[in-house]
């Protein structure tokens, strides 16, 4: 589904992504870790066009992203929820999930309605503006704008950043339910444990490039890999 190859990117003189392969595959989900400040989001921002390779390939199912504006991207099937939520403060709960709305040509799409099935507090929330929110709320507002796109992968940068654990709970139950219908998901994610509790196949990035893929159960009994590169030791796997 996702094909990307060899990508270099910068930030005006600052080198971030230095060669970085890897791919999703239709109905999985993936997931990229590592410390901060390794080019975690710098790949999904390159991914949508927002910081745009100036070498390599991404192919989405056969069509080449690079080169393309973030627009005509989202249009290709890619919902982006990104870090930190930027939702819109102003406009209420409805109008934030409205304007984002496409069918995608679903023949089950996702719509007002089945979002507030899945997410109960937000059709509770309908009429609040969008800073009125908690900040669990908002999260879940900017999943559910994103599955208003009906995209074919959805990208989450950060999901469970800045939440309370039982929040990070109820995140974790969408995306399990996502999973579930055949989603294919690219997680971004600090938390380890709750990263491999969905993941069918995860990477870790260092320094821009991938330094490791394998299985969730690989990577948790390797230690050597989880304690270089992740900081995570045997009480948070």
Request: hydrophobic share 40%; aromatic share 6%.
């Amino acid at each position: 589904m996702l094909e990307i190859n060899d990508i270099h990117t910068w930030y005006g003189d600052s080198y971030v992504l230095q060669g970085v392969d890897m791919e999703v595959r239709d109905g999985t989900v993936i997931a990229l870790l590592g410390r901060n400040g390794m080019g975690k989001t710098t790949t999904v921002r390159s991914i949508m066009g927002l910081t745009p390779p100036r070498k390599g390939s991404i192919k989405f199912n056969g069509t080449e992203l690079v080169g393309l504006s973030p627009n005509r991207i989202a249009r290709t099937g890619i919902g982006l929820v990104p870090q930190g939520r930027m939702i819109f403060p102003s406009l209420s709960v409805t109008e934030n999930l409205t304007m984002a709305a496409r069918t995608g040509g679903k023949d089950d799409p996702w719509t007002l309605e089945k979002v507030y099935e899945t997410f109960p507090r937000l059709k509770e929330r309908t009429r609040n503006k969008g800073n009125l929110l908690s900040g669990g709320e908002q999260q879940m507002l900017t999943i559910a704008r994103a599955l208003m796109t009906n995209p074919d992968l959805i990208m989450l940068d950060e999901p469970s950043e800045g939440l309370a654990p039982i929040v990070v709970q109820e995140v974790y139950r969408i995306i399990e339910r996502l999973k579930a219908a055949g989603q294919s998901i690219l997680l971004v994610e600090q938390d380890f444990g709750m990263a491999m509790s969905v993941a069918d196949y995860a990477y870790i990035m260092s320094k821009g490039s991938i330094v490791y893929g394998s299985e969730p159960k690989d990577l948790i009994d390797n230690e050597a890999v989880k304690s270089k590169h992740l900081g995570v030791g045997d009480d948070e796997a």
